[in-house]
């Protein structure tokens, strides 16, 4: 068995961890932050709330079942999810969603998923080394130069490198820098986000079963998207642009209470009241889109997660198609008996696809949940109508595949295409 070295304890890292070790593999995972089962402050930023809680798909739930993870113990992570909102006119507008295998999606709290995998990891006997940095990495000798909190450098050699190091990944960074014709793009949304957190969703109206979108009739001045988490509070990501009257920069209070009047005014106005001040005081997120040529480098070295492919949260997949990164290397392991050099350019070749075809997904459903469509709801009515009437012809609805199996990205693309072809031909826009 190998010698594995994971940078990055995140989720994606550990879960692979998970499934290396599981395997026999000696895995050792490098991370900046702390241990999350003795102190989780470095794992949520309680300024800025960003990513205080994530959607899990069903992609996502059979990818950390399958490694061994009990089915309970994950589900106390999160609340089930059975519909989705949509915010019109100060109206919601809910779509029920149906299960088609024995799975709902998970509305998250990503610090109580974190240090599930973290307790799973330890049980399978992974190695961590906690507050450590990731200096240098060298390709081609498979060794990482590391410094703990005392300022100690060491370094660290294996016969595999994963980096598992987010949209920013010092091993990617590397590859960038050491290979030739490695294509690299990175894009930013115009819009950013600010996370805005409130507690009771339930007392404010907010189901806890169901995740909540606005934005649709701004005419593409915002989009939003809101979800409670296992605690009762819920947790709204507002995205605005960068800059102007109303904006991410905004400070100007009057501004923005006219803002959430408008789009919340549902909301008793201490509350409208909170958010203003929560959006005037906490920094803004960006929307980042990181694309790679290649996910590996000869036998040494492969990216996994956000480290290969960062995509913004508008189809809810980036966690996800991560989780399920670590589900497809372990197989490939699998079905190569291990063997470094054909597992690591089959995986390039699977999920480069996939992640492709995922972000452009991602791109188009962002401008669908921040601009003004009257006929959006007309057509999901259509889609799942006609695939009731003509089941053999007319293609399932897109959204139902994505969040309930897990059917290939690139198949999802490509019937979305094929049902804007129908939706033409049937003259309903």
């Known amino acids: 068995m190998h010698k594995i070295i994971i940078v990055g304890g995140g989720l994606a890292g550990s879960l692979t961890a998970i499934y ?24 949520v930023d309680l300024v800025s709330s960003r990513a205080i809680g994530v959607s899990m798909t069903v992609r996502g739930i059979k990818a950390v079942l399958s490694a061994g993870i009990p089915r309970e113990e994950l589900e106390q992570c999160g609340e089930k999810i059975v519909g989705m909102a949509f915010s019109v006119g100060g109206k919601y507008r809910v779509r029920e969603l149906t299960p088609l295998e024995d799975f709902y999606p998970l509305s998250l709290n990503r610090a109580a998923f974190q240090r599930l995998l973290s307790k799973h990891a330890y049980l399978n006997k992974v190695n961590y080394y906690f507050e450590h940095k990731c200096l240098d990495v060298d390709l081609e000798k498979k060794s990482l ?60 109206g907010y189901r806890k079963d169901l995740l909540y979108f606005f934005g649709m009739d701004s005419k593409g001045v915002f989009a939003g998207r809101a979800a409670t988490i296992p605690d009762g509070s819920i947790s709204f990501a507002i995205c605005l642009p960068f800059t102007g009257t109303l904006s991410l920069a905004t400070q100007d209070k009057n501004v923005m209470a006219d803002f959430f009047n408008r789009y919340f005014g549902s909301l008793p106005l201490p509350i409208r009241q909170e958010m203003v001040e929560q959006f005037v005081q906490k920094p803004s997120n960006d929307l980042i889109n990181v694309r790679s040529s290649t996910f590996h480098y000869k036998s040494n070295v492969v990216l996994i997660g956000d480290a290969a492919h960062a995509t913004a949260p508008f189809l809810g997949q980036g966690m996800n198609m991560a989780l399920e990164d670590a589900f497809v290397f372990a197989t490939l392991l699998d079905k190569h008996n291990h063997v470094l050099d054909k597992v690591l350019p089959e995986f390039t070749e699977l999920r480069k696809v996939q992640a492709d075809a995922m972000q452009d997904m991602a791109r188009a459903n962002y401008d669908v949940l921040s601009s003004s469509n009257p006929i959006f709801f007309m057509r999901a009515r259509y889609t799942r109508y006609m695939h009731k009437k003509l089941p053999n012809i007319y293609p399932p609805d897109m959204a139902d595949k994505l969040y309930f199996t897990s ?4 198949e999802l693309q490509k019937m979305q295409k094929k049902q804007n072809v129908w939706y033409k031909l049937g003259r309903v826009n």
Do not use: W
């Open 145 to 204: 130069l590391i410094q703990d909190k005392d300022g100690n450098i060491k370094s660290i050699q294996g016969d595999l490198i994963i980096g598992a190091d987010g949209a920013y990944s010092a091993v990617r960074q590397s590859m960038q820098g050491a290979m030739r014709r490695f294509e690299f793009h990175q894009s930013f949304f115009r819009h950013g986000y600010k996370t805005l957190v409130l507690p009771d969703a339930t007392a404010l």
């Open 407 to 410: 059917a290939p990205y690139d």
């Open 20 to 43: 290396l070790a599981r395997r026999g593999h000696d895995v050792h995972v490098i991370e900046k932050r702390g241990d999350p089962l003795q102190d989780l402050s470095s794992y």
